[in-house]
């Protein structure tokens, strides 16, 4: 087995300088002159051979780390003259836009290297950099197999691609390091993939693994997943080095009654003001939507030289966004997700999260990006929109401060990947079955695979299922296998990766690309509406196709609110800290709370005044009470399960609950699921008895989940996502691009036929919904936490407060922002008189 360890020993300037080469020490001396601390751990550790996980902030010479002992390396061997035409170093990352900017990075101080070298008397061979990604021309490729670099930058999909191709896979047999940047987006398929090209690569090449990491726990889990099974791994973990500063400022002071417009023009307010105390400001939505609403009132408010930077604008703007970053010409920017990575955007003072980041993680990351350098203190502010919002950010910030950060989730044994794999792996070389599954092993997320699901996926692989034209990719004969025909290269090329084919529909003005929507959003548009994109207004003119045209026009207001729900969902460890944090709130005065939480008199009040509101309406759910409250509307009956487990596991227990209760009650039942909890909403004439509330706690979940997952529309969704993954379904074939609308048509035509032999990729879809989409495994254990919990069954006039999102949600007459408060409001004041009552009636 591999060994994981912590490396303790830092290094001098002078001990790491010993190992350098002249050229490289004197250019470190003028540009740097000292090291930083994962410099100090890691470069030593890479230099003598060893797997190293580095864990630090952004801006503290991260990536200097990993390359250091590389290049220094091959600075050695051209002072030498052994200098061969070889890939020696492999940069692989998420982000293509990361890989420009490592380009420019590794020229520049190559540069600066050789004229360093030039004085000292020196005659170096140039050091070659080059990017190979899906942008990448085919001369550019060309060049490379005459001339191949001596740094090859890529992404995980490149690097499948580059294993099949006979020329260039010969030039990655010499491969010395291997470095995976931005580790942490990798925890899902796309990591998967990555950790079995390693494998792959692992067989022609001998190469030590550099992985590199924002803020994760727990990076032993990490470390393991970057070299593989039974390989040794150092971490070198410096993220506490830095100093943190999340402060949660509330817009208003009363969520309940103050006015949408009020709360817009004080939030608005806010972040004016902000943005003018500090030079730079990066402002994280939860959407694209609010980006784009975001941008528009502040450009109307005078805040100049504000951009947007999403994932829906074209390459080119957000390119140019990065560009004004960098050279300090910009006040603020407004992103989603998309600069969460380490783009390198320059010096940011503050960040502003707009409502809850639903994750500590995800809190530190975004937050990370700010003070740019290390010994700078990183500086963030959460504004919270309602009161839920409030409660979260003020555990999550706290929860950030000491350090307690939420587990890390890698998807196992996923056998779309594996299907892509094998086909890639058959193309190499005849394989013997044994080899060919003692490799895949090797790979962390594989480390269980059974024999039986590694020979089912091998056994549809060489069948295929001819009836439904879907063709054998290798044969399969006296334990070997191998690739089948000629076309199977071509298709395993142009299908290669794990990221689905999402429909989104191009938005075209005066003949010009000006960005995307989504299909649910371009469903909705009438001729004549108007709608905000890339922080302009365009006025809808009709659509054709996958495209619809529009023209901008100046001074209309929108009349389609952008907001769809890109929602992230609450972290299972934060939630079950929220549930502790209710009940210390309870039990504790004012001023302790402030305290401890670093949180001014009004937060403090307000969240005080929710429990008490709660506590008196009905009792307040935490860590050792669970609440289950009914109520009777017109013509639908409520029953809200108080569960803080995060959207996810609760979705997963609701689908299981409503799966099991439609059965005994004979009736459909309506769904409201968010973070702290799920609604069954009944018709009137049915009811959920004490009894049959028992029976719920005794219930088999993933049985009653997998019964509700067979019957609604996101099987069929997830089963076109693996079957193209798998190969089942070719998103490309023969040159020709195969419309979403084709491969989802296919997909249902063959998910019966799956389900009924259970397929492997039909176990599969399940799987990932189950596992992946729904988080099962945190589900099934805090389904065993409130078994063990006093359960209060209570019949109520009305919602109770902490009852009331899932309530409007839930509701039809909720339309608009607007009718979202006034409802909440009335529901309060029901809340309000029934308190009142109750105290007059005591006295």
């Not at 061979?125 to 990017?131: F, G, L, N, S, T």
């Not at 409250?629 to 399960?641: G, L, V």
């Not at 409201?672 to 909403?681: H, M, R, T």
């Amino acid at each position: 087995m591999g060994e994981i360890k912590y490396l303790k020993k830092e290094y001098s300037d002078e001990e790491i300088y010993e190992i350098l080469e002249k050229p490289v020490k004197e250019w470190f001396k003028r540009k740097y002159k000292t090291f930083t601390p994962p410099q100090r751990y890691a470069i030593k550790e890479v230099h003598e051979g060893k797997n190293v996980l580095i864990c630090s902030p952004t801006g503290s010479g991260k990536t200097l780390s990993a390359f250091l002992a590389g290049i220094n390396e091959l600075i050695k061997l051209s002072l030498e003259k052994k200098l061969e035409d070889r890939i020696y170093i492999l940069y692989i990352s998420p982000l293509r836009a990361l890989n420009n900017d490592i380009e420019r990075n590794l020229k520049e101080p190559l540069k600066e290297i050789y004229e360093v070298a030039k004085k000292l008397g020196v005659e170096l061979d140039e050091i070659r950099v080059a990017v190979r990604t899906s942008d990448t021309t085919t001369s550019q490729k060309q060049r490379m197999l005459k001339k191949p670099p001596h740094i090859l930058i890529t992404t995980p999909e490149s690097l499948a691609i580059a294993l099949n191709s006979p020329k260039f896979s010969q030039l990655l047999s010499g491969i010395k390091y291997v470095i995976v940047d931005e580790i942490h987006a990798l925890t899902n398929k796309r990591g998967v993939h990555l950790s079995l090209s390693l494998e792959r690569l692992n067989r022609i090449a001998n190469f030590i693994r550099i992985g590199l990491s924002a803020t994760i726990y727990p990076l032993t889990e990490v470390a393991k997943f970057l070299v593989g099974n039974g390989r040794d791994c150092y971490i070198v973990d410096v993220s506490y080095k830095k100093e943190i500063e999340i402060k949660v400022i509330s817009p208003v002071d009363d969520f309940i009654y103050t006015p949408s417009e009020e709360i817009s023009k004080n939030l608005y307010g806010l972040l004016k003001k902000l943005i003018e105390e500090h030079k730079t400001t990066l402002i994280f939505t939860n959407t694209r939507s609010a980006t784009e609403r975001v941008a528009f009132y502040l450009k109307q408010l005078g805040v100049d030289k504000v951009e947007t930077h999403h994932s829906s604008l074209s390459r080119e703007h957000r390119l140019e966004v990065e560009e004004k970053l960098k050279k300090g010409e910009l006040k603020a920017v407004i992103s989603s997700t998309s600069l969460e990575l380490g783009v390198d955007i320059g010096s940011i003072d503050l960040v502003i999260l707009l409502g809850s980041p639903k994750s500590v993680s995800r809190a530190l990351q975004r937050i990370g990006r700010s003070g740019h350098r290390l010994h700078e203190k990183s500086k963030g502010i959460i504004i919270p929109f309602d009161r839920d919002d409030l409660v979260e950010n003020v555990v999550l910030a706290y929860d950030a401060k000491i350090g307690k950060i939420d587990r890390v989730y890698i998807p196992k044994n996923c056998l779309d990947v594996l299907s892509q794999h094998l086909v890639g792996m058959a193309l190499e070389k005849v394989w013997d079955v044994d080899e060919a599954y003692n490799l895949i092993k090797k790979a962390y997320p594989y480390k269980d695979l059974s024999k039986k699901d590694f020979l089912d996926v091998l056994n549809y692989l060489s069948g295929g299922i001819e009836e439904k034209n879907v063709y054998a990719k290798i044969w399969l004969k006296d334990n070997k296998f191998g690739k089948r025909g000629k076309s199977v290269r071509a298709i395993y090329y142009m299908n290669v990766g794990t990221i689905p084919d999402e429909t989104a529909v191009d938005v075209i003005a005066d003949g010009k690309y000006v960005g995307e929507v989504e299909e649910e959003f371009a469903e909705k548009l009438m001729k004549g509406d108007i709608f905000v994109l890339g922080g302009k207004t365009y006025k809808y003119l009709g659509g054709r196709g996958n495209k619809i045209r529009v023209k901008e026009v100046f001074d209309e207001k929108p009349t389609i609110p952008a907001w769809f729900s890109e929602q992230l969902p609450l972290a299972y460890d934060l939630a079950l800290d929220i549930e502790k944090f209710r009940k210390e709130v309870l039990s504790s005065d004012i001023e302790d709370i402030k305290e401890k939480y670093n949180i001014d008199e009004k937060t403090a009040k307000a969240i005080k005044n929710y429990m008490d509101e709660q506590n008196k309406f009905a009792i307040v759910p935490d860590d050792e009470k669970v609440l289950i409250e009914n109520f009777d509307e017109e013509k639908r009956r409520y029953y809200i399960f108080h569960f803080v487990a995060g959207r996810r596991a609760n979705e997963a227990l609701a689908r299981a609950f409503a799966n099991y209760i439609s059965k005994i009650k004979k009736c459909n039942v309506r769904l409201s699921v968010n973070d702290y909890g799920f609604a069954l909403i009944l018709p009137k004439n049915r009811k959920i008895k004490r009894n049959d509330i028992i029976e719920l706690f005794n219930l088999d979940i993933v049985k009653n989940v997998k019964e509700s997952i067979e019957r609604s529309e996101i099987l069929k969704r997830r089963f076109r996502h693996v079957a193209t993954r798998g190969f089942m379904i070719l998103r490309r074939y023969m040159k020709r691009k195969i419309s979403v609308d084709r491969q989802q048509f296919n997909a249902e035509m063959l998910l019966k036929y799956c389900k009924e032999v259970n397929h492997p990729l039909y176990r599969e879809t399940l799987r990932e919904i189950l596992e992946d989409s729904l988080d099962i495994d945190n589900a099934l254990d805090y389904f065993e936490k409130i078994k063990k919990r006093k359960i209060y069954y209570l019949e109520l006039p009305s919602p109770s407060p902490f009852a009331f999102n899932l309530v409007v949600s839930a509701s039809s007459d909720v339309i608009f922002m607007e009718d979202k408060k006034k409802m909440i409001a009335e529901l309060h004041k029901k809340v309000m008189e029934f308190i009142l009552r109750r105290r007059q009636e005591k006295d």
